[in-house]
């Protein structure tokens, strides 16, 4: 979650007492999901336009003062398509959501950070866990293990292979990735959360009419 330089909002401590607009995708969208989250489980005043067509409509949005922030995005995504907002200080960084701070933000905390509790904790656990999985490649369950130990130790070789690594360079692609066996134990936790935390989640992404609209509405 980023807050514009304009907004009076620069600390998630501050989202927490000053209401702040911002913007997001569809109403099922991560970023709607994660503002109504912060907003039911740790008492933020987050005010959520969704329906913003795209990436380009969200930055844009801020950029015009018609947001004062937005709820989602990759930092890689923004350093890649918007380094002057860092260079220049465009925008404050509330929250990061990951399972360690990137290197880039080491005082932005991460969401499970700011639970107040144990309960609080595993259902923020299970929502990052979630969100991060991101596109895994995947194979059938019943591909030989052999096969499966092949495939995973060529990605690993592929993703720091220095020929690979310049061509990601020219793209400006950050290239951080979840190895095979993290990324399976990432998915059986997700799989085998308890039931409660499953449906406490669910409840915790419900945007209340009083916290978000539709751009049209």
Known sequence: MVAWHTAPVKTFADAKTIPLII????????????GAVTNNLLGTKFKIIYGYPGAAALNL???RGETQGRASGIWATVKATTPHWITEKKISVLVQVGL?????????????????????????????KS????????VASDVPKQRVAALRQAFDR???????????????AEISPIGG??????????????ADIRAKAKKAMELRPSDGQSRGG
Do not use: W
């Open 23 to 34: 913007g997001a995708a569809a109403a099922s969208s991560v970023g709607t999901k994660f």
């Open 100 to 128: 360690r701070r990137d290197p880039d933000l080491p005082d932005v905390p991460l969401l499970v950070e700011l639970a107040g509790n144990a309960e609080q904790r595993a259902i923020l656990e299970f929502i990052t």
């Open 181 to 194: 066996e993290d990324l399976q134990q990432l998915i059986t936790d997700v799989i085998n959360a308890p």
């Open 61 to 63: 949005a801020m950029e």
């Open 131 to 138: 969100a991060i999985v991101g596109r895994p490649f995947a």
């Open 158 to 172: 592929t993703v720091i292979d220095s020929d690979f690594l310049a061509e990601a360079g020219k793209m400006k």
